[in-house]
T-cell receptor
Framework: QKEVEQNSGPLSVPEGAIASLNCTYS??????FFWYRQYSGKSPELIMF????GDKEDGRFTAQLNKASQYVSLLIRDSQPSDSATYLC???????????FGSGTQLTVLP | SQTIHQWPATLVQPVGSPLSLECTVE??????LYWYRQAAGRGLQLLFY??????ISSEVPQNLSASRPQDRQFILSSKKLLLSDSGFYLC????????????FGDGTRLSIL
């Protein structure tokens, strides 16, 4: 059974700091990885995706992938109170490109 | 651009009643379609997915069913709801290629009394 593990948190960081969110996955054949942000009561929205080892940067967000360690992370630089949300890690596999989600990490950015 | 519509936004149903949730996608053809359920404070659980009209795959055994009567329409149904069916139901679509993300509708919050 494919598993995706995240620290549930809550993770609290001060405004302006770097928030680091981590995720591990069990299926070594997984090829694509996604980070979604979910505000309370809302649906998930895509933040970033990555499928090559290394770092991928988009504005204040950096996704990091290490397939050998089966580890993917999301760094949020210059964290803002508006970044306070639950962050979901998702791993893609299967012929229908199904996503397996972690349970999410709740992030709070303190003003 | 592509958009996804889900309705209703909220629903309160008694135990044993039927259910029908609808999802439609605009602006794309032959999308992959997915139904998820999210229990309070939990991650997303994939319920059903479809790669084409009439093609439905189920991920977990349950009293729910799904249908895809048209290319861009996905319906989640139940004949008799259970208390455990309460949750946040999300429909999503993707273009079906490796590396492409799924995009979610606004969801339906279902409460069973």
């Amino acid at each position: 059974q494919k598993e995706v593990e995240q620290n549930s948190g809550p993770l609290s960081v001060p405004e302006g700091a770097i928030a680091s969110l981590n995720c591990t996955y069990s299926d070594r054949g997984s090829q694509s990885f996604f980070w979604y942000r979910q505000y309370s009561g809302k649906s998930p929205e895509l933040i970033m995706f990555i499928y090559s080892n290394g770092d991928k940067e988009d504005g204040r967000f950096t996704a990091q992938l290490n397939k050998a360690s089966q580890y993917v992370s999301l760094l949020i630089r210059d964290s803002q109170p508006s970044d306070s949300a639950t962050y979901l890690c998702a791993v893609q596999s299967g012929s229908a490109r199904q996503l397996t989600f972690g349970s999410g990490t709740q992030l709070t950015v303190l003003p | 651009s592509q958009t996804i519509h889900q309705w209703p936004a909220t629903l309160v149903q008694p135990v044993g009643s039927p259910l029908s949730l609808e999802c439609t996608v605009e602006g794309t053809s032959n999308p992959n379609l997915y139904w998820y359920r999210q229990a309070a404070g939990r991650g997303l659980q994939l319920l059903f997915y479809s790669v084409g009209i009439g093609q439905i795959s189920s991920e977990v055994p349950q009293n729910l069913s799904a249908s895809r009567p048209q290319d861009r329409q996905f319906i989640l149904s139940s004949k008799k709801l259970l208390l455990s069916d309460s949750g946040f139901y999300l429909c999503a679509w993707s273009v079906g290629q490796l590396g492409q993300p799924q995009h979610f509708g606004d969801g339906t919050r279902l409460s069973i009394l």
